[in-house]
C-alpha cells in the first residue's frame, strides 16, 4: 500500500464521477470542496474543471497511447488517466513526477483492489509516455478542420461545424479559446451599504488582487483561485457575484423607482439584485420553475438585506395570476453557449436538437408573458446562448406575431462592440466576459 493521494486529487476524481452520473459540475464541486481551505479548493477546481474541459482532446491522446483504446476501460481509470493527463499537459506548476505518482496512488485508493491491481501499471505506463511524447502529441490532421478544431480546443464537433458555419474560422477559433480560459470573478456592487471604491479597499486591504473592470468601473475584477465567500464583505453583503456581462444585461431592464417587475425565470436571483439594489421600492415578483432554486434567491435577498420579492413557484407559461407589469424580464433557459467557460461541464451536456428545442421553448415563453406587459411597458428578452435561433431569430418572430410591441436600443454602458443594431450581443471572445443577448421590446400605451 502506497502513500494517500493528495485531498484535491481524490475529490476531484469524486467530481467527474458526479458528473458523469449527471450532476453538474458546479453543483458538485461546491459539495465536495466543504470543509477544505482556500488554497485546497482552488487546486480541486482547477483539477476538475480542467480536466472536464479538455476531456476530448486528454482522450483523443490517452487513446493513441492505449492498446486496446481507451473505451475499454472502466470509467473511473479514465477520469484517473484525464486527471493525469491534464496536469502533464497543460498544469506545468505540477511536476510530472508528482502528477503520475498521485494517479498511481488514486488507482490503489480508489479503485477496488482487482482492477487497481492492473491499472495501477497501466496508468504509470500511459502517463510516462504522455509525459516523453508532450511535446508533439499528435491532432487530427487540419484537412478536417471541424474535427481538428473539435479536438485541439476539446469541443463536440457539432458545435464546431455551427460556429464555423455562423461566424468563419478566425472568430470560432477565438471562441474555443475564450472557452477554454478559467474566468476571473466579477463583483456587482450593493450600492445601498457599499461602493466600488470601498470593496476595492477592503479587497486590497486583505492581500487580494482586484481592480475595477476597465470598460465597467462599477464593477470589480478578482484574481482567480479565492472562493468569494472567502472575500471580505462576503457575509455583510456588499457584493455578490456576476459576470460583467450578465452586469450590462440587468441595465438593460432600466427598472425605475414606481416599476411592477416580473422576473419571470428569475433565479438564482442575479438579476434582480442588481433591480433590487439600484430600484430598492420596485415590486418585484419572482417566479422559476423550480422552487428549491428559489431558495437561492431568498439566501441571496437576505444576505444583501435587500427587500424579498414575492416568490412564486410557477411555469411562466401559465402563471396563477393575471396581473400586468410594468417591466417583465424573461431571462430564458437556453444552450447556454454564451457561458460555456464557467458552465466547463455544459459542452458535453448539450446535444445538436437542443438549439431547436430551446428555440421553440422561449417563443412560446415570449407569446405567454406578451399579456403580462402593461399598455406602455417593457418587455427585456434575454439568453446566455450565442445561438440566432435563441436569440434575434426568437425577438423577430415575436414582433411579427405582437404588432402591439417595438424594439428599442438598449441602454446601459456597454461598449459599442457589445451591441449589434439595438440589440446588446456579448461575444465571449470580445473580452474576459460571458457570453450575452438582450432585447429591448416596448408595448404600446393604450
Ligand atoms: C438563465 S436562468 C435565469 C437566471 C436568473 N435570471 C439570474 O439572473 O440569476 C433560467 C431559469 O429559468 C428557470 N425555468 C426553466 N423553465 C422555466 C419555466 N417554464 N418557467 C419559469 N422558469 C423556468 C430555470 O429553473 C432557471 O432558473
Keep these: 500500500m502506497g502513500a494517500r493521494p493528495s485531498v484535491e486529487r481524490r475529490r476531484a476524481l469524486e467530481i467527474l464521477r458526479d458528473v458523469r452520473g449527471g450532476t453538474r459540475a458546479d453543483e458538485s464541486l461546491e459539495q465536495r470542496v466543504a470543509g477544505l481551505d482556500g488554497r485546497q479548493r482552488a487546486f480541486t477546481m482547477e483539477l476538475a474543471y480542467g480536466a472536464i474541459r479538455w476531456r476530448d482532446r486528454l482522450d483523443y491522446h490517452l487513446d493513441a497511447l492505449l492498446k486496446r483504446g481507451i473505451d475499454t476501460l472502466p470509467p ?49 505506463a500511459v502517463l510516462r509516455n504522455v509525459d516523453r511524447q508532450r511535446q508533439d502529441l499528435p491532432l487530427p490532421d487540419s484537412e478536417d478542420p471541424i474535427l481538428h478544431l473539435a479536438i485541439k480546443h476539446s469541443h463536440p464537433k457539432w458545435m464546431v461545424a455551427r460556429w464555423l458555419a455562423a461566424f468563419g474560422a478566425d472568430t470560432t477559433e477565438a471562441l474555443l479559446e475564450s472557452n477554454n480560459r478559467p474566468p476571473h470573478l466579477h463583483l456587482a456592487i450593493n450600492v445601498q451599504v457599499a461602493t466600488t471604491g470601498s470593496v476595492l479597499e477592503a479587497l486590497v486591504d486583505a492581500g487580494i488582487e482586484a481592480r475595477p473592470h476597465p470598460d465597467k468601473p462599477d464593477a470589480i475584477v478578482v484574481g482567480r483561485g479565492t472562493p468569494p465567500t472567502a472575500l471580505p464583505g462576503w457575509a455583510e453583503g456588499w457584493f455578490w457575484v456576476q459576470d460583467v456581462g450578465s452586469q450590462w444585461v440587468t441595465d438593460v431592464v432600466e427598472a425605475r423607482p414606481e416599476d411592477r417587475v416580473l422576473d419571470a425565470c428569475a433565479a438564482p436571483g442575479t438579476k434582480l439584485c442588481g433591480l433590487l439594489t439600484k430600484a430598492p421600492t420596485i415590486r418585484a415578483l419572482a417566479v422559476d420553475i423550480d422552487a428549491a432554486r428559489l431558495q437561492r434567491i431568498r439566501d441571496n435577498v437576505h444576505r444583501l438585506a435587500l427587500t424579498e420579492p414575492w416568490l412564486v413557484a410557477s411555469d411562466a407559461r401559465s402563471l396563477p395570476t393575471a396581473a400586468q407589469f410594468s417591466v417583465v424580464l424573461a431571462d430564458v433557459p437556453c444552450t447556454g453557449t454564451g457561458v460555456l467557460r464557467r458552465r466547463v461541464d455544459a459542452r458535453w451536456r448539450r446535444s445538436p436538437g437542443d438549439v431547436a428545442t430551446f428555440a421553440a421553448f422561449q417563443r412560446e415563453l415570449l407569446t405567454q408573458l406578451a399579456d403580462r406587459v402593461a399598455p406602455g411597458g417593457t418587455l427585456v428578452y434575454a439568453t446566455c446562448s450565442l445561438e440566432p435561433e435563441e436569440n434575434d431569430r426568437v425577438v423577430t418572430a415575436f414582433l411579427a406575431d405582437h404588432r402591439e410591441f417595438r424594439c428599442v436600443p438598449v441602454g446601459g454602458d456597454a461598449p459599442a462592440r457589445h451591441r449589434d443594431g439595438h440589440y446588446l450581443t456579448i461575444r465571449p471572445w470580445s473580452g474576459d466576459l460571458d457570453g450575452f443577448f438582450a432585447a429591448r421590446l416596448v408595448r404600446e400605451a393604450a
Aim: proline letters at 4%; charged letters at 20%.
Design 76 to 124: 473511473d481509470v479514465i477520469s484517473i488517466l484525464e486527471l493525469g493527463a491534464y496536469q502533464i499537459v497543460f498544469l506545468e506548476r505540477v511536476p510530472v513526477w508528482s502528477a503520475v505518482d498521485e494517479s498511481v496512488e488514486l488507482v490503489n485508493h480508489a479503485l477496488p483492489d482487482g482492477v487497481a491491481r492492473w491499472a495501477s501499471g497501466l496508468v504509470n
